[in-house]
């Protein structure tokens, strides 16, 4: 059973800094990683999607790697921003009839201070 | 563009009870998903359908039953409510071909 685990559960940092959040998973044989990004009471948005042959993704300031056969994922955020506050989530999705199904880590709580 | 919704936003309801949670997309998304999110378990599958009439069972699906009789509507029943089945209730959707999910609001559901 694939399970993803989310490290550290919670950051605090000062807005400016560059920060890192990992995520590792337990069985390599992944279709591809997402990154989402949780506001409170609010639904789950989609930041990053790499598939099992990429490397890396980048978007803006977001930058997520993966090491499938280490079976870990970073995302990696440029100078943080106190928008940047909210709940990162990391899934993996199987492929075969698993297709599409997300198996997600418990999550990183961040919070950027002025 | 409504996107993805769902309905209620906030439940409460008894134990023994029956209730509905519903989800609408507008996308005509093929497939269809519904999650539970509970502290200290992350975000779990319960049930997930391929297309109208096709659904299997996630990860957690005991106690809820899914119909999917049109492409846009994807409902969630508690056949029997339990303390057990409070949680946040997620929908999401992902069209054929893709593989970014689309995620709904959320609904709260308290089971007194």
């Known amino acids: 059973k694939q399970e993803v685990t989310q490290i550290p559960a919670a950051l605090s940092v000062p807005e400016g800094e560059n920060l890192v959040l990992n995520c590792s998973f337990t069985?390599?044989?992944?279709?591809?990683l997402q990154w989402f990004r949780q506001d409170p009471g609010k639904g789950l948005t989609s930041l990053l999607l790499i598939q099992s042959s990429q490397r890396e993704q980048t978007s803006g300031r977001l930058n997520a790697s993966l090491d499938k056969s280490s079976g870990r994922s970073t995302l990696y955020i440029a100078a943080s921003q106190p928008g940047d506050s909210a709940t990162y989530l990391c899934a993996v999705s199987a492929g075969g009839t698993s297709y599409g199904k997300l198996t997600f880590g418990q999550g990183t709580i961040l919070t950027v201070h002025p | 563009d409504a996107g993805i919704t769902q309905s209620p936003r906030y439940k409460i309801t008894e134990t023994g009870r029956q209730v509905t949670l519903m989800c609408h997309q507008t996308?005509?998304?093929?497939?269809m998903f519904w999650y539970r999110q509970d502290l200290g378990h992350g975000l779990r599958l319960i049930y997930y359908s391929a297309a109208a009439d096709i659904t299997d069972k996630g990860e957690v699906p005991d106690g809820y039953v899914v119909s999917r009789s049109k492409t846009e509507n994807f409902p969630l029943t508690l056949e029997s409510a339990t303390r057990s089945q409070t949680s946040v209730y997620f929908c999401?959707?992902?069209?054929?071909?893709?593989?970014?999910?689309?995620f709904g609001p959320g609904t709260r559901l308290l089971v007194l």
């Open positions: 999401a959707s992902r069209d054929r071909g893709e593989e970014t999910q689309y």
């Open positions: 996308w005509s998304h093929s497939y």
């Open positions: 069985d390599s044989a992944i279709y591809n």
